[in-house]
């Protein structure tokens, strides 16, 4: 394999990011942030890095959708058998990323995880497609598979199973939050010398921030 070199030509920029401005509650900047990211990204504006490690601290990550954001946290939604759930269970914490090329913005975060309620589970299960919902019953996501026949015919059981009834959310797949104790906001500027806030938050709720060199 030939090596190279891969040198960045652009310049980045964008709105100044000052700790003195920001609001106290860095959900109250993500919000706005994300908003304006929605008016301004074309697609996946809620795809972010799910980074966890397991019990021998080797990471992984992969890209996952947030579903819901509030004062609690950040949602999202998987198989509870998955390798990242089993991860994320043994470990009790996990970090994500949003990056939006377009805006030379990204934000960090950092939290323990908790399960959310399972009527919540329900009910965003009872909106995906059937499709997903069919999928999600019958995957036995992360576990190896001889072919894609394999899947498939795992599919056609779970439909013929069902005889046209709606399914139902399998106790084995549902949400995650990631509750939030760290979170960084990184906004490019010229000559790399990027924006950075910092957040962290206090063992009484309370929020601290400072700016962190780029």
Not at 105 to 113: K, M
Not at 128 to 144: C, E, V
Not at 173 to 198: C, T
Request: glycine letters at 6%; hydrophobic letters at 40%.
């Amino acid at each position: 394999m030939t090596q190279r070199l891969w040198h960045h030509g652009e310049q980045y920029a964008g709105d100044t990011l000052d700790p003195a401005t920001c609001p106290d509650d860095p959900l109250t900047l993500f919000a706005a942030w994300f908003t304006f990211a929605e008016a301004n990204v074309t697609s996946y504006v809620n795809a972010m890095t799910l980074a966890t490690t397991d019990a021998e601290g080797r990471p992984s990550a992969r890209i996952v959708l947030l579903k819901e954001v509030d004062e609690r946290g950040f949602v999202f939604f998987t198989s509870y058998q998955s390798r990242k759930a089993r991860e994320l269970e043994d470990g009790g914490r996990a970090a994500l990323l949003f990056f939006w090329a377009a805006l030379d913005r990204q934000v960090r975060v950092e939290g323990a995880v908790e399960r959310i309620e399972a009527d919540r589970s329900d009910a965003y299960f009872a909106s995906r497609p059937l499709g997903s919902r069919i999928g999600a019953i019958a995957s036995p996501q992360s576990q190896p598979l001889a072919s894609r026949a394999e899947l498939e015919a795992r599919i056609a059981a779970v439909e013929v199973s069902l005889a046209g009834a709606e399914p139902v959310r399998p106790s084995t797949w549902g949400g995650y939050r990631v509750v939030p104790d760290a979170i960084e906001f990184w906004q490019g500027q010229p000559s790399r010398l990027h924006d950075r806030v910092f957040y962290q938050r206090s063992d009484d709720g309370a929020w601290s921030r400072i700016r962190l060199a780029p």
